[in-house]
C-alpha cells in the first residue's frame, strides 16, 4: 500500500482533530455528561423519596378515612339512638295529654250528670209540691196546716 501525502495530511488532520477534541471539547462533554447523570441520579433519589413520602400520606390518609367513617358511623348511631329517644318522649307526652283531656272529658261529663241531676230532683219536687198542693186543695183539710207541712218538706230538700 501507498503512502501518498493526501493519507498522511487526511491522518495529520485526523490527529489534530481528535487531539483538539480531547483537549478542548472532551472535558466539557464529559463534565456535561456527570452533571447530567447526577442531576438524574438525584432526581430519581428525589422520586423515590417522593413515593415514600406519598405512600406514608396515603396510609395516614387511609386511617383518617377510617377514623372519619367510624365517627360519621357514631354520629348516625347517636343520632337514631336520640331520634328514638325524642320519638318515645313524645308519644309519652301525647299519652299523658291524651289522658288528662280523657279525664277532664269525664270530669267534665261528671258535673254535667251532677247538674242533671239537681236540676231533675227539682223539677222532680216542683212537681211533687204541686201535686201534694193540688192534693192538699181538693181534700178538704185546712191550708194552713197544710201549707206548713209544704214549706218543712220543701226546706228538707
Known amino acids: 500500500m501507498n503512502l501518498n501525502s493526501t493519507i498522511i495530511g487526511q ?14 471539547l472532551w472535558p466539557k462533554l464529559i463534565s456535561i455528561i456527570e452533571s447530567r447523570k ?10 423515590e423519596n417522593s413515593k415514600i413520602e406519598i405512600n406514608k400520606k ?7 378515612i377510617e377514623k372519619s367513617k367510624k365517627r360519621a358511623f357514631e354520629i348516625i348511631e347517636n343520632a337514631k339512638i336520640q331520634s328514638s329517644y325524642i320519638l318515645e318522649k313524645a308519644i309519652s307526652k301525647a299519652e299523658d295529654e291524651k289522658n288528662k283531656i280523657i279525664n277532664k272529658s269525664y270530669d267534665e261529663i261528671e258535673h254535667q250528670k251532677k247538674i242533671a241531676f ?5 223539677k222532680i219536687s216542683i212537681l211533687a209540691i204541686s201535686i201534694s198542693k193540688k192534693a192538699i186543695e181538693s181534700s178538704f183539710i185546712k191550708y194552713n ?5 209544704i214549706n218543712k218538706i220543701i226546706s228538707d230538700l
Open 58 to 64: 396515603i396510609k395516614i390518609s387511609m386511617k383518617e
Open 38 to 47: 447526577i442531576q438524574i441520579e438525584n432526581d430519581l433519589l428525589f422520586i
Open 118 to 122: 239537681q236540676e231533675l230532683n227539682k
Open 145 to 149: 196546716i197544710n201549707d206548713n207541712m
Open 11 to 24: 491522518l495529520i488532520s485526523f490527529i489534530f482533530f481528535v487531539f483538539f477534541c480531547m483537549k478542548y
